[in-house]
């Protein structure tokens, strides 16, 4: 696995500090987990979401702690996001597969209030998944959703916003009919130009726990999809 920066994990760990995930049971989530429990950097990392994860058992992942929420009352629930000095943000729902209303509130409205949760609870570096099309002021709803979320995370004032934006995540068993068929149609471009326009999961995760090792010396930062795989491999960290 790559490093940011040799000795950054060691001295990172040594600090003690503690994390949050939402959005752990998709695949980029579930990518991140696994990441966080072989890199060991945290002393704890606690999942969030509505329901616990089977997989989640022995000794390997007694570092991470399950706690359930509603997302419809997660003011209710504000004591799960302090204390924690890095948050990750992985939540969102796949196009085409719930309601309008569902997909608003999935992909812009919990996150918003997780955000807002974390600031308020001392979190100073918040990790956001994003799109390659993240745009507020499109007509789209996928890329409209997506830039809101991006604008309103950063005039919380993190003391860093890392915000990720791949375009096809690449998964070792997909269930959703579309990004498979997407995943064939671009399948040479994915081949010759494997950095382009499409991202492993598990390369994400690499590339978010590297950030949070060897974070930008800007408050904001966008990482796009070629700059993910940079990441990944401990390259160009502040680029």
Same mark, same amino acid.
């Not at 990004?179 to 995760?205: C, D, H, N, Q, W």
């Given at each position: 696995?790559?490093?940011?920066? $040799?000795?950054?994990?060691?001295?990172?760990?040594?600090? *003690?500090?503690?994390?949050?995930?939402?959005?752990?049971?998709?695949?980029?989530?579930?990518?991140?987990?696994?990441?966080?429990?072989?890199? *060991?950097?945290?002393?704890?990392?606690? /999942?969030?979401?509505?329901?616990?994860?089977?997989?989640?058992?022995?000794?390997?992942? *007694?570092?991470?702690?399950?706690?359930?929420?509603?997302?419809?009352?997660?003011?209710?629930?504000?004591?799960?996001?302090?204390?924690?000095?890095?948050?990750?943000?992985?939540?969102?729902?796949?196009?085409?597969?719930?309601?309008?209303?569902?997909?608003?509130?999935?992909?812009?409205?919990?996150?918003?209030?997780?955000?807002?949760?974390?600031?308020?609870?001392?979190?100073?570096?918040?990790?956001?998944?994003?799109?390659?099309?993240?745009?507020?002021?499109?007509?789209?709803?996928?890329?409209? /959703?997506?830039?809101?979320?991006?604008?309103?995370?950063?005039?919380?004032?993190?003391?860093?916003?890392?915000?990720?934006?791949?375009?096809?995540?690449?998964?070792?068993?997909? $269930?959703?009919?579309?990004?498979?068929?997407?995943?064939?149609?671009?399948?040479?471009?994915?081949?010759?130009?494997?950095?382009?326009?499409?991202?492993?999961?598990?390369?994400?995760?690499?590339?978010?726990?590297?950030?949070?090792?060897? $974070?930008?010396?800007?408050?904001?930062?966008?990482?796009?999809?070629?700059?993910?795989?940079?990441?990944? *491999?401990?390259?160009?960290?502040?680029?």
């Amino acid at each position: 696995m790559a490093e940011a920066a $040799p000795g950054k994990e060691a001295e990172f760990r040594s600090t *003690n500090q503690t994390a949050f995930v939402v959005g752990h049971t998709g695949r980029t989530g579930m990518a991140l987990v696994e990441e966080l429990v072989n890199r *060991n950097i945290f002393q704890k990392v606690v /999942l969030i979401g509505r329901r616990n994860v089977d997989k989640y058992q022995g000794e390997k992942y *007694n570092m991470l702690e399950q706690k359930i929420v509603d997302f419809e009352k997660l003011e209710d629930y504000a004591d799960e996001f302090k204390g924690h000095s890095v948050g990750f943000a992985c939540l969102g729902a796949p196009k085409g597969t719930v309601s309008k209303e569902v997909y608003q509130k999935s992909n812009h409205d919990y996150i918003v209030k997780v955000a807002e949760l974390a600031k308020a609870g001392g979190c100073s570096h918040f990790v956001l998944t994003s799109a390659g099309d993240a745009d507020k002021d499109s007509m789209m709803m996928h890329k409209r /959703l997506k830039g809101e979320v991006e604008a309103e995370c950063t005039d919380m004032g993190f003391q860093n916003l890392s915000i990720f934006r791949p375009w096809l995540i690449l998964a070792q068993a997909d $269930p959703q009919f579309s990004r498979r068929i997407s995943r064939m149609l671009l399948a040479p471009i994915i081949y010759f130009k494997p950095t382009l326009m499409s991202v492993p999961a598990e390369t994400i995760g690499k590339a978010m726990v590297n950030t949070v090792l060897e $974070p930008s010396k800007d408050a904001v930062k966008i990482i796009d999809n070629k700059g993910i795989h940079r990441v990944a *491999n401990g390259k160009e960290c502040e680029k």
